[in-house]
């Protein structure tokens, strides 16, 4: 029996940036629009046995029933006259980069350490179960794994990076279009505002400071302020723009408030947080989020509560081929176990991007200032970053080429010689 599989290279998230450095994907929602039911077959039983007026008793079949699948239903591959049941879509994308960052004099660890690097090995698989369940399941063989911090050797390791399914409320699915849901299982929620931007849309090789954070090589490591994925469940409502070309959607979701790879919780209280989304069609959006997570640090018999307040922010707006966004994130940090002084933390961005060339051809170039202060109770680790790139898109062959370079200013108390360049290429599979 003929197997046809065509498998699209999908590799949107949501949201959407400027529209020319984006590489083109095929379009259409995760359902089908074919309502058809499966044509009846001439060995069905009948619902009475004509003679004996009882039921009559199925019969075994003669040889074993073979799933036949069709070619493709708006892209996915599904079993043939069940185009309204399920569908799933295999989607990834790869992102490796060479990277020079400038050796320090005095600290060991910055900047020797030059060459390749993977950034991204997605793999994942998305789909829908009639007009009521969506789901998206996603691992990355690109996770930097690291002993303790300031460490210049690290690993590379397999980890999970997205498993939820969202179960709509109301009237469902019809035609991919949002509507109320619940999603749960490892997801992440909209208090980073960098999650409305899709890895492969994004106009600089790096995600801006208070996001990523600081990699030991890099400069002395420091961990991003915003939360990443997590264990947990969210009532959504998600921004619609089509036909109105504005939608609005807020989230709240209750999660663990452990780090992202945590198995479990850290104690016994979870993370909450609340979101607010305005986003309107062609690629501007803005966003609000606060959230509250009391954490517990160290290990027994030496561990400690901090509880977290955070609130973040960001902003896109797109006007033809310039993009002018930013986005921020303060933290306020109380220990109660120790009754120490509390703690506040704050990081922002400010970019654009101008974008050029031709659809075959795509191009862009953007700047962008990131400064990000981790801690008010040391007066010398704040850093500030100017960032140049440049982007080439290759629609066609679904891949973009991406050059960035990177002033680094660390505060005169320690000042460090780490300004860094950085020559990415992405295949969208």
């Keep these: 029996m003929d197997v046809r599989v065509r498998a699209g290279a999908i590799a949107i998230a949501i949201g959407t ?85 400038q050796n320090d ?13 993977l950034q991204n090995a997605r793999l994942g698989v998305r789909g829908q179960l009639r007009d009521r369940v969506r789901y998206l399941i996603s691992i990355d063989g690109a996770v930097d794994e690291r002993e303790q911090i300031n460490v210049p050797e690290g690993k590379l390791r397999v980890g999970l990076r997205d498993a939820y399914a969202d179960v709509a409320l109301g009237d469902g699915f019809p035609g991919g279009a949002p509507r109320p849901l619940v999603r749960a299982g490892f997801f992440q929620t909209w ?11 994004r106009g600089f090789v790096d995600k801006p400071i208070e996001s990523r954070g600081i990699r030991a090589t890099e400069g002395f490591q420091t961990q991003g302020l915003t939360p990443g994925r997590s264990l947990g469940a ?4 998600e921004p619609q723009t089509e036909p109105d070309n504005v939608g609005g959607g807020v989230e709240l979701a209750v ?11 850290d104690n016994d209280k979870p993370a909450v947080s609340a979101a607010a989304l ?24 030496f561990r400690q509560d901090e509880n977290d307040l955070q609130v973040t922010g960001g902003l896109q707006v797109a006007a033809g081929p310039v993009s002018i966004g930013g986005g921020g994130a303060f933290i306020h940090t109380t220990f109660p176990t120790t009754g120490g002084p509390a703690q506040n933390a704050y990081g922002a961005h400010a970019q654009v991007i101008v974008g050029f060339g031709s659809d075959e051809l795509p191009i862009g170039v953007g700047y962008r200032f990131g400064i990000l202060d981790p801690s008010s109770l040391i007066v010398t680790d704040r850093v500030m970053e100017h960032t140049a790139g440049a982007m080439l898109g290759v629609p066609a062959l679904h891949m973009r080429f991406q050059l960035q ?11 460090l010689s780490n300004s860094r360049a950085q020559l990415a290429v992405e295949v969208a599979l």
Excluded: C, M
Excluded at 191 to 201: F, G, I, L, R, Y
Excluded at 255 to 265: I, P, V
């Design 278 to 301: 305005l986003r309107v069609h062609g690629g501007t959006y803005a966003v609000v989020a606060g959230r509250y997570n009391p954490r517990t640090v160290g290990e027994l018999p």
């Design 234 to 237: 969210a009532l959504r409502l």
């Design 405 to 415: 370079l990177t002033h680094v200013i660390e505060q005169a108390a320690r000042e």
């Design 17 to 101: 940036s400027l529209p020319a450095l984006a590489i083109a994907q095929p379009q259409g929602g995760p359902g089908s629009n074919d309502k058809s039911e499966p044509p009846a077959t001439e060995d069905r039983v009948p619902d009475k046995d004509p003679k004996a007026g009882e039921p009559a008793t199925p019969t075994t079949p003669t040889k074993p029933t073979k799933i036949e699948w069709n070619d493709t239903v708006e892209g996915k591959l599904v079993p043939a006259g069940h185009g309204d049941r399920f569908t799933w879509e295999p989607f990834g994308y790869l992102r490796l980069q060479y990277i020079v960052v």
């Design 191 to 201: 208090v980073d505002p960098e999650s409305q931007v899709p890895d492969t849309a």
């Design 255 to 265: 999660q663990n408030g452990a780090d992202e790879f945590a198995s479990n919780n």
């Design 105 to 117: 004099p005095n600290i060991a660890f910055v900047g020797r350490d030059d060459g390749f690097e």
